[in-house]
C-alpha cells in the first residue's frame, strides 16, 4: 500500500507560479513511477509529467518547457514546479504512484494508487 497527500495548489493570476508536494508513505517498491495528473471540469483527467526511479522525467506537450517535476527521496516527496501558468492549466492535480511497463513507460493503467487532489486556479 501507498499513501500520498498533495499540497501547494492554490488560485494565482495568468503568468505566475506554482510548487506542488506529494508525500508519499508506504511500499517504496510501487513507487517506481510517480506522476502527475489533473483534470479539468467536465474532462478526462490527463497526465501532465511522470517520473521514474531512475530519474528519466517525461511531460505533456502543453506543459513542456513550463513544468518541472522532481523527487526528493530522502524526503519521500514529488514535486511539480509549475511555471508561465496560464488559465488551460487549471483543475484538480492529483500525485500518483505505482510501477513502469516492461519498457519502462508509466501510463495510467500502471498506477494503483492516487492522492486526493490539490486544486489549482489560474485566472486571466
Known amino acids: 500500500q501507498v499513501q500520498l497527500q498533495e499540497s501547494g495548489g492554490g488560485s494565482v493570476q495568468a503568468g505566475g507560479s506554482l510548487t506542488l508536494s506529494c508525500q508519499a508513505s508506504g511500499d517504496v517498491y510501487m513507487r517506481n513511477c510517480m506522476g502527475w495528473f489533473r483534470q479539468a471540469p467536465g474532462k478526462e483527467r490527463e497526465g501532465v509529467a511522470s517520473i521514474i526511479a531512475s530519474g528519466r522525467a517525461t511531460y505533456t506537450d502543453s506543459v513542456k518547457g513550463r513544468f518541472s517535476i522532481s523527487k526528493d527521496n530522502a524526503k519521500n516527496t514529488l514535486y511539480l514546479q509549475m511555471n508561465s501558468l496560464n488559465p488551460e492549466d487549471t483543475g484538480m492535480y492529483y500525485c500518483?504512484?505505482?510501477?513502469?511497463?516492461?519498457?519502462?513507460?508509466?501510463?495510467?493503467?500502471?498506477?494503483?494508487?492516487w492522492g486526493q487532489g490539490t486544486q489549482v486556479t489560474v485566472s486571466s
Open positions: 500518483a504512484a505505482g510501477n513502469p511497463t516492461a519498457r519502462g513507460y508509466c501510463p495510467i493503467p500502471v498506477y494503483p494508487y
